[in-house]
């Protein structure tokens, strides 16, 4: 029986693309004006998150390095130039992104929709805990959502087992009883599975996935709208 439904967060209830679409084309024509934006600008700046996150999450970076390391990759590959302070550049990219802020347009009636369930409704997220937590107020849903589970608490990163079990744990429940619904499918929908939790995959911008339908090969759940999950549970 499930008790308890964990969202993530970007992708998930909160639009981190957008977010990032807004201020990366604004950051960019704020450091040099007179330089022609391009529509690849969004992309590359989230290809360079998915590049560098890894080695914060690994332990090899402070989250501050990585954040500074994806600066200049993104500088020499859009040939901007490089700020002075990186630190100063990124937190002026910020002001930006945190302009941009807003949930999906789904997040709010799903999560009220489950309310009077008898459900603990909550978030585990990779993000740290003050920006997350940030976010999760200025869309509107932080009273919706307790408790906000972060990698500081937890002692680890989705997709690692201890994460989920660290999760559960916080929650005073077994695994089997935890329901994760997020946009990563590793992390959020086939991670979760290998310590007994169940998973389901947001796949928001339809992607699809080489196994989806395939008769020999079972995935998880699999849905394109929050407003699928009331259902799903039954």
Not at 14 to 24: K, Q, Y
Not at 26 to 46: D, F, K, M, Y
Request: charged content about 25%; some cysteine; overall charge negative.
């Amino acid at each position: 029986m499930i008790r308890a439904v964990l969202f993530d967060l970007d992708e998930t209830l909160f639009d981190h693309r957008g977010a990032v679409a807004h201020a990366a084309v604004a950051w960019t024509r704020a450091l040099s004006p007179g330089h022609l934006p391009r529509t690849g600008i969004p992309a590359l700046w989230l290809d360079l998150e998915r590049r560098h996150l890894p080695a914060w999450h690994a332990g090899e970076c402070s989250f501050a390095e990585q954040r500074r390391r994806r600066l200049r990759d993104f500088c020499h590959l859009m040939r901007l130039p490089l700020p002075a302070d990186l630190d100063t550049a990124y937190a002026d990219f910020l002001r930006h992104y945190e302009a941009a802020w807003t949930a999906f347009p789904d997040a709010a009636g799903t999560l009220d929709a489950l309310t009077g369930r008898g459900l603990t409704l909550g978030v585990l997220t990779n993000g740290v805990p003050v920006q997350q937590e940030a976010k999760l107020r200025r869309i509107g849903l932080m009273d919706r959502l307790d408790p906000v589970l972060t990698p500081d608490a937890l002692g680890a990163f989705k997709p690692a087992p201890e994460c989920y079990l660290a999760a559960a744990a916080k929650l005073g429940l077994h695994p089997q009883e935890i329901l994760l619904v997020g946009d990563d499918r590793e992390l959020d929908a086939i991670g979760p599975t290998r310590v007994g939790m169940r998973g389901v995959w947001l796949d928001r911008h339809e992607t699809g996935h080489p196994d989806a339908g395939h008769p020999d090969r079972q995935g998880p759940p699999r849905i394109t709208s929050l407003r699928e999950l009331p259902a799903l549970l039954g």
